[in-house]
């Protein structure tokens, strides 16, 4: 049997393709490896475990809860202090659970990460903060019911012991 150069290019294609697809769809498991440390929020709320990522230009935090579907929304808000021109950087967002696939089970648990960067990016390029200092995490978990179920933990880092 004999393949045409289109047919064989095209079945390269392919391959590269479906490479590419697995391997983007399960990085985001292999982002970071997951602490032990869990920060629990005053009520029911969603466990809050973050880390650092190993060049200690984000955190990666994961949203945990063994039901969400009385959750209307998870808000969060990063802030902190640098060295860079500025009194206090941050990040800050919310997502609702019900309109996301979890991004992975821990103990059984659904959890959904998201990586909150010390830093900005526009067009894939990234300037990081230097001197990332006095990090403060903040956690609300809104409920559909009205209420809320709030978290607040400032985090240490290594060159904070100094």
Do not use: W
């Amino acid at each position: 049997m004999s393949l045409s150069i289109t047919a064989i290019k095209t079945l390269v294609l392919s391959v590269v393709l479906l490479t590419a697809a697995l391997i983007i769809f399960t990085l985001p498991s292999f982002a970071a490896s997951r602490t032990g440390t869990v920060y629990n929020t005053t009520g029911d709320g969603v466990d809050v475990i973050p880390y650092v990522r190993s060049d200690q230009n984000a955190l990666f935090v994961d949203f945990e809860h063994p039901n969400f579907n009385n959750i209307e929304y998870i808000y969060y808000n990063l802030n902190y202090d640098s060295d860079e021109p500025a009194t206090i950087r941050g990040v800050e967002g919310s997502f609702i659970p019900s309109q996301k696939t979890p991004s992975g089970h821990f103990n059984g648990n659904p959890y959904f990460r998201h990586e909150l960067l010390f830093g900005t990016c526009s067009k894939n390029v990234c300037k990081y903060d230097r001197g990332t200092r006095n990090v403060k995490l903040t956690v609300n978990t809104n409920y559909l019911t009205g209420a809320v179920d709030q978290y607040t933990k400032v985090l240490t880092f290594p060159q904070d012991q100094f």
